[in-house]
T-cell receptor, first 114, second 115 residues
Framework: GQQVMQIPQYQHVQEGEDFTTYCNSSTTLSNIQWYKQRPGGHPVFLIQLVKSGEVKKQKRLTFQFGEAKKNSSLHITATQTTDVGTYFCAGQLNRGSTLGRLYFGRGTQLTVWP | DSGVTQTPKHLITATGQRVTLRCSPRSGDLSVYWYQQSLDQGLQFLIQYYNGEERAKGNILERFSAQQFPDLHSELNLSSLELGDSALYFC??????????????FGPGTRLTVT
């Protein structure tokens, strides 16, 4: 069945270091979304990528969608303690007639040491 | 605040019991999704409803069932509870954008503890 793999599962960095999490799908995706879950919180939508090769930035966060629309990455430059949390990628298979179901990766839990 | 509400916030019950978790989606959202998140685990998709009808099923056990009512709120029923059912249960809702893309808004979750 459809799978979205995400690595690494855990990442510990010192404040100021960069961080990257990678997502890979077994099939072509319609779009990919990224969510962040703070400790004790619920997942919160960050961004969606739709086009092949798309790159989007949100301040220190850079999101990429692969040319084949099967992989994606989230890169955080100069991490801060406020970046702590679990980052999930989630892929949608089809547009429009789809059921809206998202296939979530396992998540990358980011810890930032001050 | 995502606009999605879930009750109760916490639930402690014994093995073998049955519980009902409730979710109210954001105003106007027709789709409701249920997820289970165990300790250090990702989000396990359980089931999706769209405007009252079941639309997609994930890793939902036969002991679990759900429904979406005419007012669009949803309930997840968990029966014959086992220790392994202890987890955080999230409800999410979404609406289809013009581009056919659904972003999901998650509720605060219900933490279920089975003793």
């Amino acid at each position: 069945g459809q799978q979205v793999m995400q690595i690494p599962q855990y990442q510990h960095v010192q404040e100021g270091e960069d961080f990257t999490t990678y997502c890979n799908s077994s099939t072509t995706l319609s779009n990919i979304q990224w969510y962040k879950q703070r400790p004790g919180g619920h997942p919160v939508f960050l961004i969606q990528l739709v086009k092949s090769g798309e790159v989007k930035k949100q301040k220190r966060l850079t999101f990429q969608f692969g040319e084949a629309k099967k992989n994606s990455s989230l890169h955080i430059t100069a991490t801060q303690t406020t970046d702590v949390g679990t980052y999930f990628c989630a892929g949608q298979l089809n547009r429009g007639s789809t059921l809206g179901r998202l296939y979530f990766g396992r998540g990358t839990q980011l810890t930032v040491w001050p | 605040d995502s606009g999605v509400t879930q009750t109760p916030k916490h639930l402690i019950t014994a093995t073998g019991q049955r519980v009902t978790l409730r979710c109210s989606p954001r105003s106007g959202d027709l789709s409701v999704y249920w997820y289970q998140q165990s300790l250090d685990q990702g989000l396990q998709f359980l089931i999706q409803y769209y405007n009252g009808e079941e639309r997609a099923k994930g890793n939902i056990l036969e002991r679990f069932s759900a429904q979406q009512f005419p007012d669009l709120h949803s309930e997840l029923n968990l029966s014959s509870l086992e220790l392994g059912d202890s987890a955080l249960y999230f409800c999410a809702s979404s609406v289809e954008s013009l581009a056919g893309i659904y972003e999901q808004y998650f509720g605060p979750g219900t933490r279920l503890t089975v003793t």
